[in-house]
């Protein structure tokens, strides 16, 4: 069983920067396909950001291309966002999610993910 913790939310200004963190424990997700998720009140989850088990495979929905970038340290059992450039509307509750499947691709849909986090708010203020 895999747990998931998400931190480095917070309450910012448009145009500041923001470093999530994702921490695993209880099982290595070294091979697991990765993701962050957002979802904003009244709104449905939606992806934002993919990485495979080596980095090789990454992507990224259009909204925040150029912006924010996932990463992953295996080594740490860890995944990161960096969120530069951040707008209102990246104001969201964010989690982090794995998927107990191997595979190349990541996928971009939240129903393949086995795991996830409690969620961080990122909340960016006009």
């Known amino acids: 069983q895999v747990q998931l913790v998400e931190s480095g939310g917070g309450l910012v200004h448009t145009g500041d920067s923001l470093r999530l963190s994702c921490a695993a424990s209880g099982h290595t997700i070294t091979d697991y396909p990765l993701a962050w998720f957002r979802q904003a009140p009244q709104k449905e989850r939606e992806f934002v950001a993919t990485?495979?088990?080596?980095?090789?495979?990454?992507n990224y929905v259009d909204s925040v291309k150029g912006r924010f970038t996932i990463s992953r340290d295996n080594a740490k059992e860890m995944m990161y966002l960096q969120m530069n450039s951040l707008k209102p509307e990246d104001t969201a509750v964010y989690f982090c999610?794995?998927?107990?499947?191997?595979?190349?691709?990541?996928?971009?849909?939240?129903?393949?993910?086995?795991?996830w986090g409690q969620g961080t708010q990122v909340t960016v203020s006009s």
């Open positions: 999610a794995a998927e107990a499947t191997w595979r190349s691709e990541p996928e971009t849909s939240q129903w393949p993910y086995d795991y």
């Open positions: 990485i495979n088990w080596d980095s090789s495979r990454i």
